[in-house]
């Protein structure tokens, strides 16, 4: 029911009455869905859960009648068609589950009924056709192919799960349709459709603040002569909900998965409302801009949608500009409110302004001078190292010349990252027999791709293989490890390292996976690792990528296999120059 009890349910609904889904009486006619709708959006778990609601592995008896959830409509009187208030999930699916029935055991598809959409009329001609090739057009399209698909696997999965033909459990289904079946059907008089539906749907967990949005937006002052208008208030809520759903612009504009934000316009009337992220009202959006049409008579629908669209706008702007993407996307990522943005870009009346104010923005949330920086490290300053390493990435890739390149923030934020030693701490850390093993197998392999310069380094080397490989086809002992492991890291490690294997000179940012992946190892080992991982697809940020390329090291002074203090120092180098690095962002700088 989609109230809590009889009580909770508008008076207009409480002469309900049983209504069969199939046969000579069954739900006929013309079902109208207008704007104020969300799209199909029903999947796996709802397309399951009606079938085996009704089918009930065919046990049903002839007098086991079931009831579905309720159908709301309202006859409109231009056409005599049913405007379909709630159950418009439910009766798409029974159309989507007929029009299978058709193909497995000739009933008519959809039987006695027919679907319009008021802002996707193509839908109805999509829902007899069901072209793949067409079901990433638009969003319900790719809902109806999918649940479709999910009807399809559910005979499937059944029939082999029962060990009968899924022809047999069609003519059951069928049979209980035609039979047993039936909703819940209400029929109200004298009450508006769009107040009814939101008076449904409030206090009910389907519908989010954006679809109750929508619903009183496009009813608030409108008409029969302002048909074509609700239309393309209507196609614009798609297109821009169709663009929002882009990996890379909503990963721009939002550190928040899909799931938080289903229906991803959500965001702009959430930004609209300036709802607080510790908000309790679940209903505040909406709410927001119902009083906000409601309060004033000179309100309508146009004018507020009017400055949702701007908004888009100005948030796309950002998106196609280069600098202001790989800006913002920084600030964002790093936490600043998109809400702060806004205001300031409304503050600052130019483009030029807007961008100087940005990058004092970039300033304060660093908030360090050059000294700051260098003083940063792993152990008392963790989420600043984070902070200054990613723009440091972020702005490495917007400073790269003649390219169209941007930062995937996207692909970073599908990750959770961590601080990466670029040099191994300590390989004494490890404690189990398989973790030795591995360690020294790996620093085996490094060895065997460097050659030293000095000869007695270079003997040393082929020594330390030697008993590296006689270690690993024996018992390895805690002392055995301890001591191969000391003689690897010494010749992998660079000449009297020092105390600053915590400082910012000697982290980089890496995925928390493949930073497990590399465990306490010398930097010729996860060398060589994160090229594999690069090689094989997997996401490293620009700046560790060069690092473990050794790309800051001098021309001509290259030791592959080491991390030296040189090497340290040309990095930091890098990090804090204003041409290359965070280094116009640093407090004195500017």
Request: glycine content about 4%; charged content about 25%.
């Amino acid at each position: 029911m989609p109230a809590d009890s009889y009580e909770d349910t508008p008076a207009a609904l409480r002469s309900p009455r049983l209504q069969k889904v199939g046969g000579k009486n069954g739900i006929a006619g013309e079902f109208f869905v207008p704007a104020y709708q969300r799209g199909y959006r029903w999947g796996r778990h709802e397309v399951d859960a009606l079938l085996n609601d009704v089918y009930a592995d065919g046990n049903r008896s002839p007098s086991d009648n079931y009831c579905l959830q309720p159908v709301v409509v309202k006859r409109r009187a231009a056409d005599n068609a049913y405007e379909l208030i709630d159950g418009q999930q439910r009766l798409t699916t029974l159309y989507l589950i007929y029009r299978y029935l058709n193909l497995e055991v000739g009933v008519e598809p959809g039987h006695r009924f027919s679907l319009t959409y008021e802002t996707r009329p193509a839908s109805q001609e999509y829902l007899r056709s069901l072209d793949a090739e067409r079901m990433n057009d638009n969003v319900d399209f790719y809902h109806m192919h999918e649940a479709y698909e999910c009807i399809e696997d559910w005979f499937t999965a059944t029939a082999a799960r029962l060990g009968i033909p899924s022809k047999l459990i069609a003519f059951k289904v069928l049979d209980y349709l035609e039979n047993l079946v039936y909703v819940i059907w209400y029929e109200p008089d004298n009450i508006d459709a769009t107040t009814l539906f939101i008076r449904l749907n409030v206090g009910r967990i389907p519908l989010t603040n954006a679809e109750l949005v929508k619903a009183v937006l496009l009813s608030k002052d409108l008409d029969a002569q302002d048909y074509q208008r609700r239309i393309e208030i209507g196609s614009q809520w798609d297109a821009i909900e169709q663009d929002l759903q882009q990996p890379e612009f909503w990963a721009f504009l939002s550190n928040l998965g899909g799931a938080d934000y289903p229906t991803r316009i959500e965001l702009l009337f959430d930004l609209m409302a300036k709802r607080r992220p510790d908000e309790k009202d679940r209903f505040f959006t909406f709410l927001h801009f119902k009083n906000t049409l409601d309060a004033r008579a000179k309100t309508n629908s146009s004018s507020v949608w009017a400055v949702i669209v701007q908004c888009y706008q100005v948030l796309r702007e950002w998106y196609e500009d280069r600098d202001l993407y790989h800006k913002l996307g920084y600030l964002i990522a790093a936490g600043t409110p998109l809400r702060q943005l806004l205001d300031l870009s409304e503050l600052e009346q130019t483009k030029s302004a807007f961008s100087r104010a940005v990058d004092q923005l970039i300033v304060r949330s660093i908030g360090l001078p050059q000294a700051g920086i260098m003083e940063l490290n792993y152990e008392t300053s963790y989420r600043k190292c984070e902070d200054v390493l990613l723009l440091f990435n972020v702005e490495t890739v917007r400073r790269l010349k003649h390219s169209t390149e941007r930062y995937p923030f996207h692909a970073h934020k599908s990750e959770k990252w961590s601080l990466e030693h670029i040099h191994a701490q300590n390989a004494e850390l490890l404690t189990t027999v398989e973790e030795w093993r591995h360690w020294l197998a790996d620093g085996k392999a490094a060895l065997g791709k460097v050659r030293l310069n000095e000869p007695d380094l270079d003997t040393e080397r082929m020594a330390v293989i030697s008993e590296v490989e006689k270690a690993l086809s024996t018992h390895l002992t805690e002392s055995r490890f301890t001591k191969l492991s000391r003689r690897i890291t010494a010749l992998l490690s660079p000449d009297g390292d020092d105390d600053s294997i915590h400082s910012i000179a000697n982290l980089a940012l890496l995925s928390q996976p493949i930073n497990s992946s590399l465990g306490n190892q010398t930097f010729a080992v996860k060398r060589l690792k994160v090229v594999d991982h690069d090689r094989k697809g997997a996401f490293i940020p620009i700046c560790t990528r060069q690092v473990f390329l050794k790309y800051y090291a001098d021309a001509g002074s290259e030791q592959m296999h080491l991390w030296s203090r040189k090497d340290r120092e040309s990095y930091l180098e890098a990090l804090i120059s204003a041409d290359r690095g965070v280094g116009q962002y640093l407090l004195g700088a500017q």
